[in-house]
């Protein structure tokens, strides 16, 4: 056990070190700076920009950064629809795979347009290979980069002393894919196939097991899909088992791997963001506020895990043994635990083992994770969303010192605030409200004559139960991706419901900050003076951590007492 936990400490040293490196690189891309990968990639970005009659050069508000953003965005969510609802007549089917509904094709291009890639299908069996590449794999890089992007704005604002101007998106975007995703991506993809990972444009393979049976086995061209969907904290699974199937994750190198993968652009942006905005201590304190959090969560998991179910102690039985239920032995317990933290503090939402396996206590630190939503994050969103609660903060902070709220220069006023504390509330809104409706019709409409009625969603009665509604819509809210598995989702009723709050909590939350990026923005610069809020100190960096807990996990304690605490509980007791 002590070897298992040494790896993924030093997993997570791996992690920051080349987060470390690649952070002045993505600050020179995005500067304008020269850059090794110019000479390969400039002469296609330059193509493309004339292909489309783009000038990379226009300068763009931020408004308009926004209608572009939105209007590609609904492009792509048409585009994907129609391509899910027709996928059986297209080519690249070789195992002839059905059409999906349109309530489940409604679902699905929503989930990975929003970079959530929910999944209600089971990978090998609900797609075509067409549908996995062009529609699954190209959203993977585009609303990754779409985040990227959003995020590179609000450093152009964060940046100037007084301006309106704030870049442009359509550079900002094509960079995010050219020069970080796709580099990335090839390296993993490289490792991935070479550890096993199938890359064959082939149907299912037809194999004699031991017993002398004969099984079909899917495959298809997977190390590609599953190296993005991990670099762009994506997350949607070739296979229904997602990274817990041999195929997507052979094994602990590619464990590594995958680990590495999902969490180094997230904390490289936080560091890059010192670089680029000029302010080096202040991305010190952010990256200090997340890692606190992430091993406030992460801590409680391992020792819920390595300590197993109490119940069955009673019996008896090493605990220690019996909690592999739902793991890998390839991978164990430590690196599970630290996968399922690492997945739902940043937006990937992939799995290398069943999270509805495990210990109340790990359930109730996976939902706490997606709840606050800003500890890593996902690519260019978690600082999107760690920016709402600083300026709450700041606000906060100027009030309680007597002077008029300021963030680098800029005043903090009503406006800004309103917008703030919307988007804040917005994200316990819409998980607690889709957990107490789909509560309701459990309840009290349970025999309604649907397709899947209300009284078999739920796999477990109970706390656990209410748990796999809330875990949910917390998965959407939190553009996360993984489930409690034990519910029935794959219905009208959950894949429109879950649609709704995808993309509101996808877009709303972008529009949000770089709003208030764009209003501070053109104010009148006022210098600093000793008088002056300072938001690089550790006291700050404590004061946004309280306002994070107060605002986004408090909001959750009777939802969460209700489920994963009521379970932990009722085992102890």
């Known amino acids: 056990m002590n070897t298992e936990l040494t790896g993924i400490i030093i997993t997570y040293l ?33 193509f493309m920009f004339r292909f489309a009659g783009i000038n990379p050069e226009t300068e763009m508000t931020w408004k308009e950064h926004l209608k572009a953003l939105l209007s590609i965005n609904m492009l792509w969510l048409v585009y994907t629809f129609f391509i899910l609802i027709f996928q059986d007549k297209l080519p690249l089917n070789p195992d002839h795979n059905p059409a999906q509904t349109p309530d489940l094709a409604f679902n699905t291009a929503i989930s990975f347009l929003v970079n959530c890639n929910l999944q209600d299908y089971s990978g090998e069996t609900g797609a075509t290979y067409f549908s996995q590449l062009f529609v699954f794999m190209f959203l993977h890089f585009v609303s990754a980069a779409t985040g990227i992007a959003a995020l590179v704005v609000l450093f152009k604002a964060l940046r100037e002393k007084s301006t309106t101007k704030l870049g442009n998106f ?56 599953i190296a993005i969907k991990h670099v762009g904290t994506n997350g949607g699974g070739w296979f229904g088992a997602n990274s817990a199937h041999p195929f997507e994750n052979p094994n602990y190198l590619t464990n590594m791997t995958e680990m590495v993968a999902q969490v180094v652009l997230p904390i490289a942006l936080i560091f890059a963001m010192g670089i680029f905005i000029r302010r080096k201590k202040f991305a010190y304190v952010v990256f200090g506020v997340m890692t606190i959090g992430m091993l406030m969560l992460l801590i409680p998991t391992v020792i819920a895990e390595m300590h197993g179910n109490p119940l069955i102690a009673k019996m008896g039985i090493n605990t220690a043994a019996t909690a ?10 430590p690196a599970s635990a630290y996968w399922s933290t690492v997945t739902t503090i940043i937006s990937t939402g992939s799995v290398n083992a069943m999270h509805e396996s495990m210990m109340p206590m790990t359930g109730a630190m996976q939902l706490l994770a997606m709840m606050m939503n800003c500890f890593y994050g996902g690519c260019g969103v978690g600082i999107l969303n760690y920016y709402i609660f600083v300026i709450i903060a700041v606000f906060i902070s100027g009030l309680m010192v007597g002077r008029t709220p300021e963030f680098f220069g800029h005043k903090v006023e009503a406006k800004e605030m309103k917008i703030a504390a919307i988007i804040a509330l917005l994200h316990p809104l819409l998980i607690l409200a889709g957990t107490a409706l789909s509560s309701w019709i459990f309840v009290h409409r349970g025999n309604a004559a649907w397709a899947v009625q209300p009284k078999n ?80 100190t550790a006291t700050f ?23 994963p605490l009521a379970e932990h509980l009722s085992m102890v007791k």
């Open 14 to 46: 791996l992690t920051l070190l080349f987060a470390v490196l690649l952070a002045k690189y993505i600050a020179k891309v995005f500067v304008g700076e020269k850059v090794w990968t110019d000479h390969l990639f400039r002469p296609v970005e330059r």
């Open 541 to 563: 960096g404590l004061m946004t951590m309280a306002v994070i807990l107060i605002i986004a996990a408090l909001a959750f304690f009777p939802s969460l007492a209700l489920g």
């Open 324 to 333: 592999m239920e739902g793991k890998e032995v390839r991978f164990g317990i």
């Open 170 to 225: 359509w550079n900002y975007f094509i960079k995010s894919i050219t020069r970080i995703l796709l580099p990335i991506s090839v390296i993993v993809a490289v490792v991935l196939a070479f550890n096993g990972t199938p890359a064959s444009y082939k149907a299912k393979d037809a194999i004699v097991t031991i017993q002398g049976d004969t099984q079909n086995v899917s495959r298809g061209p997977a190390a590609a899909m």
């Open 457 to 536: 969603w739920l796999s477990n009665p109970g706390h656990h139960g209410f748990s796999e509604m809330l875990y949910q819509y917390s998965s959407c809210a939190a553009n996360n991706g993984s489930g409690f598995e034990g519910l029935a989702d794959n219905n009208p009723f959950w894949n429109i419901s879950t649609g709704f709050v995808l993309i509101l909590a996808r877009f709303l939350p972008i529009i949000g900050p770089l709003a208030i990026a764009g209003l501070m923005a053109q104010k009148k610069y006022i210098p600093e003076s000793a008088g002056t809020l300072r938001t690089d």
